[in-house]
Structure formats: structure tokens, C-alpha cells
């Protein structure tokens, strides 16, 4: 009895085997391209869309004036300086938020269709003062409320990790009260979702008609879900 033999494919000609490595060399060249640009555009494209895009989008969003003294990028991270925050409602003579500088991680791709996803923040003596007008308005709990929305104008994604302060102060004016309270060391780790904490060191509390009350250290820790107190 005669075996059967298994039937074999048809060699593949040549010239077919030829243009199938000649697309898979025109793929990996275009590939290759696009990685190129991407880490030659990566530098331009960040600070270019931080100042022309993020920037105004937050500056609406918040109705705060921001500053920028020079942005630079790479990628994955930027680098902001001088960065100052500012609205109407501020202390007499100082901003908001003063940044000596400010450095963020983000996701490179969504920078090609003009979006920021951010990945981790990082703000370098950071100078807060807060202001509570004697009619009961102050220059924070806006930005506090509006933070909540993960979405800043589609501009802006939070994918953050965690958000740093180092080195930083903190001024508190409450003029209905009368009453300030400086602390000219200030550090924070803010993770979302987790236990974040801010520490305060060498406090003083000033009140009318009281003599100062200080302190070497307060520690607060608490946690937040999107973007709400727990």
C-alpha cells in the first residue's frame, strides 16, 4: 500500500519574497523617521505648547494672570522658571503662588494633538500667600472648586502620581480676623487617592491685641478623591 505524501506548498517566487522585504524596511525606515522627529520636535513642541495652548487655557479657566520666565522640554519633562500666579484678590505686594521653578513629567504622543498629560509635578520654593478679605472672600477656594473637574478645556489631562513642594513658605492674611500666620518653611506631598501631608516649620500666629504664638513643626496628613477632601 502506497503512502500518502503530504501535499507541499509552492516555493515563494523570488520577486515576492523581494517586496515583502522591501516593505518591512520601508515600515521600520518610517518608523524610525517618526521616532527621530519626535525627539527633535520634543524639545519645541512642549514649551511651545505650554506658552501658546496650556497657559492661556489655565489663565481662563482660573482667572489668574501667570507668568513664565523660560520654559524648556525634553520628551517626557519640562522645565518651567520664574513662574508666578496672580489675580486680583491677592495680598498687597505679593502674588498667589511665586515658583523659583517647576518641573513636570508628562506623556510625549498626546503633545502631536495639543494636550498635556501629566504624570508628576514638582515645584521648587514655591512662596504661597492666601488672603481672606474681611467680606469673607479670599484668592483659593476658587481654584480649589474648579480643581475638582479633571479637565482643564481639554488641554490639560491630571494622570498625576503625585505633586511636590520643596523648600517652600506659606503666608496667611485673614483681615476680618485681623489675624496672619507665617511659615517660612513649607513641604508637601500631595498623592491622589493616597495619604498626602504638608508640613509647616517655625510657625507663627499673630493675632490682634495677643502676643505671637509659635511653633517649631505642624504636620498635616489627610487624603483626596477626585479631587475632594477625605
Same mark, same amino acid.
Given at each position: 500500500?502506497?503512502?500518502?505524501?503530504?501535499?507541499?506548498?509552492?516555493?515563494?517566487?523570488?520577486?515576492?519574497?523581494?517586496?515583502?522585504? /522591501? /516593505?518591512?524596511?520601508?515600515? #521600520?525606515?518610517?518608523?524610525?523617521?517618526? $521616532?527621530?522627529? !519626535? !525627539?527633535?520636535?520634543?524639545?519645541?513642541?512642549?514649551?511651545? #505648547?505650554?506658552?501658546? =495652548?496650556?497657559?492661556?487655557?489655565?489663565? =481662563?479657566?482660573?482667572?489668574?494672570?501667570?507668568?513664565?520666565?523660560?520654559?524648556?522640554?525634553?520628551?517626557?519633562?519640562?522645565?518651567?522658571?520664574?513662574?508666578?500666579?496672580?489675580?486680583?484678590? +491677592?495680598?498687597?505686594?505679593?502674588?498667589?503662588?511665586?515658583?523659583?521653578?517647576?518641573?513636570?513629567?508628562? +506623556?510625549?504622543?498626546?503633545?502631536?494633538?495639543? =494636550? $498635556?498629560?501629566?504624570?508628576?509635578?514638582?515645584?521648587?520654593?514655591?512662596?504661597?500667600?492666601?488672603?481672606?478679605?474681611?467680606? %469673607?472672600?479670599?484668592? #483659593?477656594?476658587?481654584?480649589?472648586? =474648579?480643581?475638582?473637574?479633571?479637565?482643564?478645556?481639554?488641554?490639560?489631562?491630571?494622570?498625576?502620581?503625585?505633586?511636590?513642594?520643596?523648600?517652600?513658605?506659606?503666608?496667611?492674611?485673614?483681615?476680618?480676623?485681623?489675624?496672619?500666620?507665617?511659615?517660612?518653611?513649607?513641604? !508637601?506631598?500631595?498623592?491622589? %487617592?493616597?495619604?498626602?501631608?504638608?508640613? $509647616?516649620?517655625?510657625?507663627?500666629?499673630? #493675632?490682634? +491685641?495677643? !502676643?505671637?504664638?509659635?511653633?517649631?513643626?505642624?504636620?498635616?496628613?489627610?487624603?483626596?478623591?477626585?479631587?475632594?477632601?477625605?
Amino acid at each position: 500500500m502506497e503512502r500518502m505524501s503530504k501535499p507541499t506548498s509552492p516555493p515563494v517566487p523570488p520577486r515576492r519574497n523581494r517586496r515583502r522585504w /522591501i /516593505i518591512a524596511g520601508v515600515v #521600520l525606515l518610517l518608523l524610525g523617521a517618526l $521616532l527621530a522627529t !519626535a !525627539a527633535i520636535l520634543a524639545p519645541r513642541l512642549g514649551p511651545w #505648547l505650554v506658552r501658546t =495652548k496650556v497657559i492661556p487655557a489655565v489663565e =481662563k479657566r482660573f482667572n489668574r494672570k501667570i507668568q513664565v520666565g523660560h520654559v524648556s522640554g525634553g520628551m517626557r519633562s519640562m522645565e518651567l522658571r520664574n513662574v508666578t500666579v496672580s489675580g486680583h484678590k +491677592d495680598c498687597v505686594g505679593q502674588p498667589l503662588l511665586r515658583v523659583d521653578r517647576v518641573r513636570l513629567r508628562y +506623556d510625549f504622543w498626546p503633545l502631536v494633538s495639543g =494636550k $498635556l498629560a501629566l504624570r508628576s509635578l514638582v515645584l521648587e520654593r514655591p512662596r504661597i500667600c492666601v488672603r481672606r478679605h474681611a467680606d %469673607g472672600t479670599d484668592n #483659593l477656594s476658587d481654584i480649589l472648586k =474648579k480643581l475638582q473637574r479633571r479637565r482643564l478645556r481639554q488641554r490639560v489631562r491630571l494622570k498625576l502620581s503625585a505633586i511636590e513642594l520643596r523648600h517652600g513658605s506659606l503666608t496667611v492674611h485673614d483681615d476680618g480676623r485681623r489675624a496672619s500666620l507665617h511659615a517660612p518653611a513649607l513641604t !508637601a506631598r500631595l498623592v491622589p %487617592g493616597q495619604e498626602s501631608s504638608v508640613t $509647616l516649620r517655625h510657625l507663627e500666629l499673630r #493675632l490682634p +491685641d495677643r !502676643a505671637p504664638v509659635r511653633g517649631r513643626e505642624a504636620t498635616v496628613r489627610f487624603r483626596t478623591k477626585a479631587g475632594r477632601l477625605q
